[in-house]
């Protein structure tokens, strides 16, 4: 009987060093799909890998901050808009100053909302590993466009031809 018990323990040894080994093997593959953590002030570098995790999650990261700051100024001017609406003046003058001050502020208030929509935009780009590469000839657009421009789409030659299209349909 002792002997059986003690082989018993060996197989059972050897069973929990098999399983051990699946586990070894899958801990690379689980630190890999994890998310990548970036320091506040890093910036990408032109020697790294173009479009690396570390840039993704760094433009990700400039972006949603952007979006943030966008809505948050978008809030308050409509805030702040509507509570000189109560104030009418009888003088003509200032109602329309008031009124050019609130059409200024209200295009600009359109403008922001399609630089979210421009920003929502980038940012599925990002989920489709495409963002970084231009939508026309598939080149990567550059880190240094990319800070300027997070939204970019499109590389500075694509970008200049789209612009001298629009000039020229706008012309005819």
Request: overall charge positive.
């Amino acid at each position: 009987m002792p002997k059986a018990s003690k082989v018993k323990k060996k197989v059972s040894k050897v069973k929990s060093v098999s399983k051990a080994k699946p586990k070894s093997l899958s801990k690379p593959k689980d630190v890999n799909k994890g998310p990548i953590k970036i320091s506040k002030n890093y910036i990408p570098k032109e020697t790294e890998k173009y479009m690396c995790e570390k840039h993704k999650v760094f433009f990700r990261m400039k972006l949603q901050d952007w979006k943030k700051e966008l809505i948050k100024s978008n809030n308050e001017a409509l805030y702040n808009g509507s509570m000189d609406d109560n104030s009418v003046s009888a003088d003509i003058v200032d109602q329309a100053s008031s009124y050019t001050d609130k059409n200024v502020e209200m295009k600009a208030i359109n403008r922001q909302i399609k630089l979210i929509s421009e920003i929502d935009k980038a940012l599925a780009r990002i989920r489709e590993d495409t963002y970084g590469f231009c939508l026309d000839t598939a080149e990567p657009i550059g880190l240094k466009r990319l800070m300027a421009r997070p939204v970019a789409k499109y590389t500075i030659a694509a970008q200049e031809k789209h612009e001298k299209d629009e000039k020229v349909h706008a012309d005819d």
